[in-house]
Nanobody
């Protein structure tokens, strides 16, 4: 089993920045390396949507069109932690953000049903 815990959410004004972290535990470092990671978000009244993903080797990343150029996903395998740097935040970025992990794939997984492990979510609120 893999446990994921997000942190770093909060309230920020439009144009501001936040960095979300997702710490993994419960498996060996080797196992963590053998997983792809992703970020999803769910706004009130909307379905959960893909935000960004990164493969195990960090060789491939992918982003939703709505965040491309503003958000950056990264991972520190030694720290067993995934990050989402969010810049130029907009009110429409307001949502609960979830990190997720999945078995290795040559390309980034964009669908939530492809992910096996989920964090509890962290609230991000962007005021106008």
């Amino acid at each position: 089993q893999v446990q994921l815990v997000e942190s770093g959410g909060g309230l920020v004004q439009a144009g501001g920045s936040l960095r979300l972290s997702c710490a993994a535990s419960g498996r060996t470092l080797l196992s963590i390396l053998a997983m792809d990671w992703g970020w999803f978000r769910q706004a009130p009244g909307k379905e959960r949507e893909f935000v960004a993903g990164i493969t195990g080797s960090s060789a491939v990343t992918a982003y939703a069109d709505s965040v491309k150029g503003r958000f950056t996903i990264s991972r520190d395998n030694a720290k067993e932690t995934e990050y989402l740097q969010m810049n130029s935040l907009k009110p429409e970025d307001t949502a609960i953000y979830y990190c997720a992990a999945a078995p290795l794939s040559p390309s980034v997984r964009r669908h939530e049903n492809e992910y096996n492990y989920w964090g509890q979510g962290t609230q991000v609120t962007v005021s106008s």
